[in-house]
């Protein structure tokens, strides 16, 4: 079955976790231990809402929060999108919501930026339901597969910190062993969360199950969240740990059993839960998961009623909200001459080339690349809401990955592989496989925009070849000026929100803002 179930009622481990102390209090009136004490077999549901907290706003439809902000704004995965995408070079938004034009023109940043808030509360709501679960399970014996669990919630909580490490370089480590300390809690550092969330991998990563399913995490999984780790350690530590990043690439390559989808576009529809190269998605749902912060928000907001017949893309609503900028769409060259697959995922029709107003819906093509329609039926429903998964982790990245760390000098590299799982992604789309001579690292960073470009990697990526700061590489509305312009270096992190400094005066500001 596709869909993780989304819980209702009693079983809604719905918690709220407060800046100010990073504890919770039940908002139900059973507390997990009596949930459990209760129905010890409650605990795949308990574990699916920890899941299901990565792409809704909250337990009770797309108008309801966990957290205190705004419940279509707010929701994790659409935070990712907003600060990996909308701040690189691939994606604008138009709306000029407040705070969203400083991320889209990658200017005036600010603590008080709303966007910057809902990721970092969202992270701090997730964090301590896992530590709910996680105390609960390392003191339970007759809970059923209660060790898997554990792991689960371990996992679950270990990538809502890289989140965290990446975006913010710092915050405060909370666990379940502080889990009811109502002091507030030192400030940790980058390097203090990397190792918490590596040596919580390492130990998970073993014992985890080979196959939870679709939808949850496995040791394969584990495997994918240590190479993003370890592949850009040299940003978050200053440390080169490609050798380890490519350890955890050949696991998830080699033993995965993951295969690249025969179609690209297999990966972007509403049945893409048949893909077989999809690692770890983020569930959608038109009916049981609605969210204005999943799949929802990438496919209506790439659509437009005016000019396109929304029915071809499964949806009921066009946003009129988000295009590329030629930044994405001119890494394939002449659209029209390009046999490339993924050339031909952008809107042209009524739109320039040239964004040269990010506020006009007709400057730059929006991305078609997300569907809500079924790639193996003719049977579509339009709806308003995306059953679309959001494939976060998928064998394509890893597949580019391990080219990246063999040209970094990872030990153990095989270079004749490398050039194998490039080309496997670059034929599946029937573009031209490359040679060794044109295997280099900037060829790199230009296929993973074509083939990664809005699955909420791109600014991570750019900081890691040192392309996203300064000048060496400019893009339409970088800094706020049409051509792009430099940006400083202090840009590489997000400015901690200040609410969290309010709450916290262990909490310094990260340097520039």
Same mark, same amino acid.
């Given at each position: 079955?596709k /869909?993780?179930?989304?819980?209702?009622?009693?079983?809604?481990?719905?918690?709220?976790?407060?800046?100010?102390d990073?504890?919770?209090?039940? /908002?139900v009136?059973?507390s997990?231990?009596?949930i459990?004490?209760?129905?010890?077999?409650a605990?795949?549901?308990?574990?699916?809402?920890?899941?299901?907290?990565? $792409?809704?706003?909250?337990?009770?439809?797309p108008?309801?929060?966990?957290i205190?902000?705004?419940p279509?704004?707010?929701?994790?995965?659409?935070?990712?999108?907003?600060?990996?995408?909308f701040?690189?070079?691939?994606?604008?938004?138009?709306?000029?919501?407040?705070?969203?034009?400083?991320?889209t023109?990658?200017?005036?940043?600010?603590?008080?930026?709303?966007?910057?808030?809902?990721?970092?509360n969202? %992270?701090?709501?997730?964090?301590? #339901?896992?530590?709910?679960?996680?105390?609960? @399970?390392?003191?339970?014996?007759?809970?059923?597969? %209660?060790?898997?669990?554990?792991s689960e919630a371990?996992?679950?909580?270990s990538?809502?910190? =890289?989140?965290?490490?990446? $975006? =913010?370089?710092?915050?405060?480590?909370?666990?379940?062993?502080?889990?009811?300390?109502?002091?507030?809690l030192?400030?940790?550092?980058?390097?203090? @969360? =990397?190792?918490?969330?590596?040596?919580?991998?390492?130990?998970? #990563?073993?014992?985890?199950?080979?196959?939870?399913?679709?939808?949850?995490?496995?040791?394969y999984?584990? %495997?994918?969240?240590?190479?993003?780790?370890y592949i850009n350690?040299?940003?978050? &530590?200053?440390?080169?740990?490609?050798?380890?990043?490519?350890t955890?690439?050949?696991i998830?390559?080699?033993?995965?059993?993951? #295969?690249?989808?025969?179609?690209? @576009?297999?990966?972007?529809?509403?049945?893409?839960?048949?893909?077989?190269e999809?690692?770890?998605?983020? &569930?959608?749902?038109?009916?049981?998961? #609605?969210?204005?912060?999943n799949t929802?928000y990438?496919?209506?907001?790439?659509?437009?009623?005016?000019?396109?017949t929304?029915?071809?893309?499964?949806a009921a609503e066009?946003?009129?909200?988000?295009?590329a900028?030629?930044a994405?769409?001119?890494l394939?060259?002449? @659209?029209?001459?390009?046999?490339?697959?993924?050339?031909?995922?952008?809107?042209?029709?009524?739109?320039n080339?040239?964004?040269?107003?990010y506020?006009?819906?007709?400057?730059?093509?929006?991305?078609?690349k =997300?569907?809500?329609?079924?790639?193996?039926?003719?049977?579509?429903?339009t709806?308003?809401?995306?059953?679309?998964?959001?494939?976060?982790?998928?064998?394509?990245?890893?597949n580019?990955?391990?080219?990246?760390?063999?040209?970094?000098?990872?030990?153990?590299?095989?270079?004749?592989?490398a050039?194998?799982?490039?080309?496997?992604v670059?034929?599946?789309?029937?573009?031209?496989?490359?040679?060794?001579?044109?295997?280099?690292?900037?060829?790199?960073?230009d296929?993973?925009?074509?083939?990664?470009?809005?699955?909420?990697h791109?600014?991570?990526?750019?900081?890691?070849f040192?392309k996203?700061?300064?000048s060496?590489?400019l893009?339409?509305?970088?800094?706020?000026?049409q051509?792009g312009?430099?940006?400083?270096?202090?840009?590489?992190?997000?400015p901690?929100?200040?609410?969290?400094?309010? $709450?916290?005066?262990?909490?310094?500001q990260?340097?520039?803002?």
């Amino acid at each position: 079955m596709k /869909k993780i179930l989304l819980l209702t009622g009693i079983l809604l481990l719905t918690l709220v976790s407060c800046t100010a102390d990073l504890d919770t209090e039940p /908002k139900v009136e059973l507390s997990l231990e009596e949930i459990l004490a209760e129905d010890p077999n409650a605990i795949e549901g308990i574990v699916s809402r920890l899941y299901a907290s990565f $792409a809704l706003s909250g337990p009770n439809g797309p108008g309801s929060s966990d957290i205190s902000d705004d419940p279509g704004e707010s929701p994790f995965l659409r935070g990712i999108i907003n600060l990996q995408d909308f701040t690189a070079d691939g994606m604008k938004n138009r709306w000029g919501d407040d705070g969203l034009d400083q991320l889209t023109t990658a200017s005036n940043w600010d603590a008080n930026n709303k966007f910057f808030r809902y990721l970092y509360n969202r %992270a701090y709501y997730t964090i301590p #339901q896992c530590n709910n679960l996680i105390s609960i @399970l390392n003191t339970s014996t007759d809970i059923p597969d %209660a060790e898997e669990a554990l792991s689960e919630a371990r996992f679950l909580r270990s990538l809502a910190y =890289f989140y965290l490490i990446d $975006a =913010f370089g710092k915050g405060v480590l909370v666990t379940e062993e502080n889990l009811n300390q109502t002091d507030p809690l030192p400030e940790a550092t980058r390097r203090q @969360l =990397f190792e918490f969330v590596e040596g919580e991998l390492l130990e998970i #990563q073993p014992i985890m199950s080979p196959d939870n399913g679709y939808g949850r995490a496995n040791k394969y999984v584990a %495997a994918m969240l240590l190479a993003k780790l370890y592949i850009n350690a040299e940003v978050y &530590i200053g440390e080169n740990k490609y050798d380890q990043a490519l350890t955890y690439l050949n696991i998830v390559i080699d033993e995965g059993g993951y #295969q690249l989808a025969d179609n690209f @576009l297999e990966n972007f529809s509403a049945d893409n839960d048949s893909s077989p190269e999809i690692i770890f998605p983020l &569930i959608a749902d038109a009916v049981n998961s #609605q969210s204005f912060g999943n799949t929802t928000y990438i496919v209506n907001g790439n659509l437009s009623s005016d000019t396109m017949t929304l029915s071809d893309y499964g949806a009921a609503e066009g946003w009129q909200g988000h295009r590329a900028t030629e930044a994405w769409y001119g890494l394939f060259g002449d @659209l029209g001459a390009s046999n490339d697959a993924r050339a031909e995922l952008f809107w042209t029709n009524g739109h320039n080339y040239v964004m040269t107003d990010y506020k006009e819906w007709t400057d730059g093509y929006p991305s078609i690349k =997300f569907r809500n329609t079924e790639f193996n039926s003719n049977s579509n429903t339009t709806t308003s809401f995306s059953s679309t998964d959001f494939p976060l982790y998928r064998l394509a990245d890893a597949n580019l990955m391990y080219a990246e760390c063999a040209l970094r000098g990872a030990a153990g590299a095989d270079m004749s592989k490398a050039l194998a799982l490039v080309n496997a992604v670059r034929t599946r789309s029937s573009a031209a496989a490359i040679s060794m001579n044109e295997l280099t690292l900037d060829f790199i960073i230009d296929e993973r925009g074509r083939e990664l470009n809005l699955e909420g990697h791109r600014r991570t990526d750019l900081i890691r070849f040192a392309k996203f700061t300064g000048s060496s590489y400019l893009w339409p509305w970088k800094g706020n000026v049409q051509n792009g312009a430099s940006i400083p270096v202090h840009y590489n992190l997000f400015p901690i929100p200040e609410q969290a400094l309010s $709450a916290n005066p262990n909490l310094q500001q990260n340097p520039g803002y």
